[in-house]
């Protein structure tokens, strides 16, 4: 049996490590990276819209342990880098202190700045996007169709983003909500076919709106540069097994979508309008309040939605071995809680964001 492959893009905090406050020094820390990369990993880490934050990118793997070690490397290595920069990385979503970001240099960069004014200013948000290996573009579309409901249920499992500006937000995941502010951000309307995709991709770069294809910010798309289905929708997670836990279920949600597929199971006939309700409650809940049932769209406790998502992808979970591992990743998150309510939890005991910055920067590359 074909084992689908799976990598994951992360953005990660530059902060002060006495201050917690994020740090404009993204230039200083790829430069270093530079310098020790090897040939076959040059361009692992990559800059961002804002320097206070860095990305790096896992290769490609079919087996959930070595996707820890590559996630649980490469935050280590971005640390390295950073320390060389006098900065350390934090895996937030959102700084929790007060912050003013700077937008890289770069024609690019310039561009985005000037044609989306503060929502791009403010765009200092980190998130975790999942590559899931697929055949061709006519099966990586009907994935995405076929995924749309259970979408935001990774939204909520990976909130991690509960400050804004120095304040609670009320939000597990409020960098959900700053990010949907782009114009083509969120969830798509049913395309049918990899033909109806690109022509929707293309109507959408030529009204001038767009940059290019790469301003597409659905919540999953086709990737431009790989044969594989980007899942777009979590925060970065503050855990490495919380990541792992987000990536296995992806894995599992592609494969049972592609299944369907080519048993001739058709997509859940459900509105965009009723998307975008589902993907606020999971920004607003996390994982600590309701959320909407990808089934009935109505109101349910998160356990229930997040087991629901569980045994819709079990068959294909127990067919790559991850069935029991994924059980107890859900069962610890549930008792750990996710980045939002570990950040909130920490805050409540020191009573300092700074304190709840630096904690999360340690628990960052603890593995």
Known sequence: MRLRSVGVEEELLLIGAESGEPLSVSGAVLAEAERHA???????????????????????????????????????????HAAKAGAEVAALATSPLPVRPSTNAGERYAWVAERFGLTAQEQLTSGCHVHVGVDSDEEGV???????????VLTAISGNSPFWQGQDSGYGSYRSRVWNRWPSAGPTEIFGSADRYHEQVSAMVATGVLRDQGMIYFDARLAANYPTVEIRVADVCLHPSTTVLLATLVRGLVETAARGYEAGEPPARIGVSLLRLASWRAARSGIDG?????????????????????????????????AAPARQGIEELFERGNGARVQRELLAKTGDLGDVVRECARITTSG
């Open 38 to 80: 090897v040939a076959e990993e040059q361009g692992t880490f990559e800059k961002e819209l804002m320097r206070e934050q860095v990305e790096f990118s896992t290769k490609p793997v079919t087996e959930m342990g070595e996707l820890t070690e590559e996630i649980v490397r490469w935050r280590s290595e971005a640390a390295r």
């Open 142 to 152: 009907a994935v995405i169709d076929r995924i749309r409901p259970w979408l935001p």
């Open 290 to 322: 309701p959320l909407i049932h990808p089934t009935t769209m109505l109101e349910a406790p998160a356990r229930v939605v997040v087991d629901a998502l569980f045994e819709h992808v079990r068959e294909a979970l127990e067919d790559h071995g991850d």
